[in-house]
């Protein structure tokens, strides 16, 4: 099965400062990286996702880049906002059904 | 409308007792999914069902038993509970193997 490794796994910075979360994984017929937001006590939600056609893709303040050759890709917070403070999960996917989370990367923005 | 909702939202047993979650989705899709995240927010799939068919079985005891009586519900009956099943259970939906849809967990405290 895959291997997804998400770094790091706790991450603090200060409002306005950016953040970058990395998900490294195994298997190279993966296709679909999403990241996923899970606010304290709430459900995960997709946030960004990306193919593997496509090497990075924005939305506002937030980012995903993709290097296929490396196996990692990347989420990108530009002028965080206390409101980011949240667990973000990588689950990269193959054309199976397996999705494996990463284990999760804690990430406080401290006003 | 909820897009997938489960019931009950917490739950709290004693051990030995046998519960059942139920998830039902209203987007027309064809998986749905049981994930368990632990206390260190660790999110594991445990079970998916495509098209009312099993096709994922992770390595779950057997006193877990999913049933599907139809794509638009997944429920989740345990036996026999022990302390640690004690966690947060997430049903979630997807057309095919994309985005996952998360419903807002139920909370499972044994006792």
């Known amino acids: 099965g895959e291997n997804v490794e998400q770094h790091p796994s706790t991450l603090s910075v200060q409002e306005g400062d950016s953040a970058v979360i990395k998900c490294t994984y195994s298997d190279s017929a993966s296709n679909y990286f999403p990241w996923y937001k899970q606010e304290l006590g709430k459900r995960p939600q997709l946030i960004i996702d990306i193919r593997s056609n496509v090497g990075e893709k924005k939305d506002q303040r937030i980012a995903v880049t993709l290097n296929k050759t490396a196996k990692h890709f990347s989420l990108h917070i530009t002028e965080t906002q206390p409101e980011d403070s949240a667990v973000y999960f990588c689950?990269?996917?193959?054309?199976?059904?397996?999705?494996?989370f990463g284990k999760g990367t804690s990430l406080l923005v401290t006003p | 409308d909820t897009a997938v909702s489960q019931t009950p939202k917490y739950l709290v047993t004693q051990m030995g007792n046998d519960k059942s979650i139920k998830c039902e989705q209203n987007?027309?899709?064809?998986?749905m999914y049981w994930y368990k995240q632990d206390s260190k927010k660790f999110l594991k799939i445990m079970f998916s069902y495509n098209n009312k068919e099993l096709i994922i079985n992770e390595t779950v005891p057997n006193r877990f038993s999913p049933k599907s009586p139809d794509k638009a519900h997944l429920n989740l009956h345990i036996n026999s509970l022990e302390l640690g099943d004690s966690a947060v259970y997430f049903c979630a939906s997807s057309q095919t193997h994309g985005v996952r849809t998360f419903g807002s967990g139920t909370r499972l405290t044994v006792v």
């Open positions: 689950a990269p996917l193959n054309s199976g059904y397996a999705l494996n």
């Open positions: 987007l027309g899709h064809d998986t």
